[in-house]
């Protein structure tokens, strides 16, 4: 516990540290940009972002994309509570009691709330990073590659059990990421592997950015202006620092159900297909469950507001708990967070403790930087936020497409790659069209190498026999785990029709 | 087109790709090579047979009318969608293309000056601003700060002053 909070300590005062504060703050306030502009999430932020970053050493790099990450969190709640739609899909719940609030009138209780609740879900999942992050990677240590396979096996199969979406297209999604990732040089054999009609460029490989770049920045733009068809309306929101700090004291009113539901979401957050989203959804429900008066969930109770924001914020802190101790992202925006870090010439995993102390604790303690800074930018600058909302989407769009072709070809400075990224954008907007889920291809994307090297260790070492993923006993708890939640959507199935044919033929359709 | 159409049509494609995605791995080894494990070939083939598997799992749920997706009758793509999306993709990649040709930042300013007064509509200052605010500003932040050159093509000596500046 000493040896935390010493390490812990050094970490503040890395973040404190000129650049990196610079960057906190610079990022804090990008984060908050992206999450309040409908459409755009942490996500996007950081996949278009992530080339810039190459202009300072990683440790500053990935603070600025972690404090991105948390400046969304906070900032998805500011377009859902003026403009009554979700600024990311992690807020989306944020709107079922924001959205009556502002039409009452109230906005700024309902805009003081989010930035409160993010704090305090903020503030108790960093708690729980903090004391879980050190003992989950000394654990992981010991891991092999046959460990290490069943544990990505683990990750994909979330996306099947939890995800939600329809299971042969996600499964597709998943396959499609992981042989994008083949493409190039072998990495055992350095045979070029899938170089299609001989073009000298797939020899290089896919970079994951141009992947997730493609779809979180080309992709995401056409979807959105699909969506809004360019028009977005705000609601007049008045503040004055009086009011805030009077809306803050409300928050004895939402501290009890914030607080259960942030450590919730702490935990549906390190799981790689639930994340941000559902966590906020099950705190919602959670608070209207232990509310007194749960017939005014809908209708403008501020708990509404502040349960889904802090399960969110708590969430983005958890997905980053399986990126920095086992190697496995927790969310998309960790998958991207976790390719800069192998860009950035880090090998993501336990060693990454022991070796690279000052990058782990330096992001730790910029968390706890970040958290506090968001709280403030936010109450501070909600209105010029409010105002920013009113950019045209004319505007918006062409410069997120420029930031995207730029960003595609900074990493490898090849025009091949910004053409695939540009085909992956429209593509991946058509699949999604037909309810193809796409974040599970950038996390294939990002794992394939890793999970392909360590599967075939694992065989070379067995010769060849795939038994050995069931003889050790942590790979093989994983792949049962994996198994039965493979398995969950096949129940839930039968259960359904039994269900149905007790009820009775009139009810069954 | 609508939906059910465009899912059967969109399942088709993708498992053609599929299949073209096994004969191109199969021309590696895909098999067990002793002392060195399993073929470079064999990883992304069993992947894409995967991926053949779940397209043809998407078709049969096309034809049994299991996926929404399946019984949805509606457009895939709205008129006003094709116009909206059709201009940005467009746009997009007149300026890859352009970028081939007369380099990345003169193709910007006319990608900026088309979306922003053709589209957009907004006034002269707007537009004339951006069109030459953006690209200095992705100038100083990619060349000069980052050192990553961006493609100029024929513009290339028109840059030539502004090396020297930077370099000298």
């Not at chain 1, 996007?44 to 969190?73: D, H, K, S």
């Not at chain 2, 299949?19 to 191109?24: E, F, I, P, R």
């Not at chain 2, 006319?110 to 509509?121: M, P």
């Amino acid at each position: 516990m000493g040896d935390i909070l010493g390490l812990l300590g050094s970490g503040l005062l890395q973040a404190l540290e000129p650049l990196n504060f610079a960057m906190i703050i610079i990022g804090v306030v990008l984060g908050l940009l992206v999450g309040a502009m409908p459409g755009l999430g942490s996500v996007n932020g950081v996949a278009i972002l992530l080339p810039i970053t190459f202009l300072v050493p990683p440790t500053a790099a990935i603070i600025f994309l972690a404090a991105i990450y948390y400046g969304a969190m906070y900032g998805g709640a500011i377009s859902s509570i003026t403009l009554g739609i979700p600024g990311a899909s992690t807020a989306v719940a944020t709107v079922f009691d924001g959205r009556p609030l502002a039409q009452k009138g109230k906005a700024d209780k309902a805009l003081t709330a989010a930035a409160v609740a993010s704090f305090i879900g903020g503030t108790i999942s960093i708690v729980l990073f903090t004391l879980f992050a050190p003992p989950l990677a000394e654990f992981a240590l010991k891991f092999g590659p046959a460990e290490e396979f069943a544990l990505m096996v683990l990750a994909f199969a979330t996306f099947i059990g939890l995800g939600g979406d329809d299971i042969p297209k996600t499964i597709f999604s998943i396959l499609i990421g992981l042989v994008l990732a083949t493409i190039g040089l072998d990495i055992i054999s350095g045979q070029p592997r899938l170089v299609f009609f001989d073009v000298t460029g797939f020899l290089r490989g896919i970079n994951f950015l141009v992947l997730a770049i493609g779809i979180y920045g080309i992709g995401e733009m056409l979807w959105t202006l699909e969506q809004t068809k360019g028009e977005v309306t705000v609601h007049n929101v008045k503040l004055s620092m009086k009011e805030i700090f009077k809306d803050i004291k409300d928050v004895k009113e939402y501290i009890g159900t914030t607080s259960l539901g942030s450590a919730l979401g702490y935990f549906v957050g390190t799981l790689p297909a639930a994340g941000a989203t559902p966590a906020s959804l099950m705190s919602y429900g959670l608070a209207k469950t232990f509310s007194k008066d749960p017939d005014s969930f809908g209708k403008g109770n501020v708990s509404g507001v502040a349960a889904p924001e802090a399960a969110n914020n708590a969430a983005s802190t958890g997905s980053m708990l399986p990126m920095i101790t086992l190697g496995i992202p927790g969310s998309p925006t960790t998958a991207i967070l976790l390719g800069g870090m192998i860009i950035w010439g880090l090998r993501p995993g336990p060693l990454l403790f022991t070796e690279h102390p000052e990058f782990v604790w330096g992001l730790i303690g910029s968390l706890y930087i970040a958290n506090l800074m968001t709280l403030i930018i936010n109450l501070l600058f909600i209105p010029l936020f409010v105002k920013i909302l009113t950019l045209p989407f004319t505007i918006l769009a062409p410069t997120i497409y420029i930031l995207c072709v730029v960003g595609g070809y900074a990493p490898t400075q090849s025009m091949h790659d910004v053409w695939l990224m540009f085909l992956f954008g429209v593509m991946g907007y058509l699949l999604r069209k037909l309810n193809y889920p796409v974040a599970p291809a950038v996390l294939a994307i990002v794992l394939g190498p890793l999970a392909e090297r360590s599967l075939r260790q694992s065989l070379l070492a067995s010769q060849g026999d795939p038994m050995v993923f069931l003889e050790r006993p942590i790979s093989l708890i994983c792949i049962l785990i994996a198994v039965a939640l493979v398995l969950v959507p096949v129940f839930q199935k039968i259960r359904r029709r039994q269900k149905a044919a007790a009820d009775g033929p009139e009810q069954a359709d | 087109m609508s939906v059910r159409t465009a899912e059967l049509v969109m399942a088709i494609f993708l498992a053609l790709c599929s299949v073209g995605l096994m004969v191109k791995s199969a021309e590696l080894n895909i098999g067990w090579v002793p002392e060195r494990g399993p073929g470079s070939g064999a990883w992304p083939f069993w992947l894409s047979a995967g991926m053949l598997l779940c397209c043809l799992a998407t078709l049969y749920r096309w034809f049994r009318g299991i996926t929404p997706e399946s019984r949805n009758t509606s457009l895939y793509m709205t008129s006003d969608t094709v116009v909206i999306v059709g201009i940005s993709a467009g746009a997009i990649l007149f300026l890859l293309a352009a970028t081939h040709w007369i380099g990345l930042y003169a193709s910007l300013v006319l990608f900026l000056l088309f979306y922003l007064k053709f589209i957009g509509r907004h006034s002269w200052l707007v537009t004339i601003a951006l069109t030459i605010g953006i690209p200095i500003f992705i100038f100083c932040l990619f060349e000069w700060a980052l050192k990553i050159p961006l493609p100029k093509a024929i513009t290339e000596p028109l840059f030539y002053p502004i090396y020297d500046l930077m370099y000298s």
